[in-house]
């Protein structure tokens, strides 16, 4: 047969001690899976940014054909087409290297966030005179390094952002097992709670 607990401050002690170990592992456990989630993701990038950096004619097009509906709506509301075409190239580059910011501060430690830009520099520089010495039909422009390096502290921005948002939420202290939850928790009985009848 089983008992009830009494109200012993040590048994609640140390049913609090299990169940913060438990979320610890559990915790732990989430942290490997994100990580292997976030390394797939990186990859998938690395060789998206990759396609679009490298490749030997412009996502947009040769003279931004591609876009071309797009430069006409702007122009209709009186934006010339250069001017549009320049701010919709610019926006394009934020928006691509965002997700590589973001992934960063992912991957990276926390104490490393400092660096995202300049790693966002220098990357967009790398890609920017990879341009300019193997496709000629690219065109490298400074600007675009600057749009590239907003785009990526963008990304580590937001990512500083989420990590601090998940790491206040998981320091927040667990419930301790209240005492009805101690009392009401089965301990095997030190001693039978029956003796057997006496014979005569």
Do not use: C
Not at 58 to 68: A, T
Request: hydrophobic share 45%; charged share 20%.
């Amino acid at each position: 047969m089983t008992a009830r607990a009494p109200h012993r401050p040590g048994h609640r002690h140390a049913l609090h001690h299990e169940h913060r170990r438990a979320l610890h592992h559990e915790h732990r456990r989430a942290l490997t899976r994100s990580k292997a989630v976030v390394i797939a993701l990186s990859a998938a990038y690395a060789v998206l940014l990759g396609v679009v950096v490298l490749s030997p004619e412009r996502i947009d097009g040769m003279h931004g054909e591609r876009i071309e509906p797009v430069l006409r709506l702007l122009a209709g509301w009186g934006v010339p087409r250069a001017a549009a075409y320049d701010v919709i190239e610019s926006a394009a580059n934020v928006v691509l290297f965002v997700p590589g910011g973001l992934l960063v501060v992912a991957l990276l430690s926390f104490r490393w966030r400092w660096w995202v830009p300049v790693l966002g520099v220098a990357i967009s520089t790398a890609a920017e005179l990879a341009q300019h010495t193997w496709l000629p039909d690219r065109v490298a422009d400074p600007r675009d390094i600057v749009a590239d390096a907003v785009g990526f502290t963008l990304g580590g921005v937001i990512g500083v952002l989420i990590g601090v948002a998940l790491h206040r939420r998981h320091a927040r202290p667990s419930p301790a097992p209240s005492a009805d939850q101690a009392a009401t928790t089965p301990v095997p009985s030190s001693t039978s709670s029956t003796t057997p009848s006496s014979t005569r």
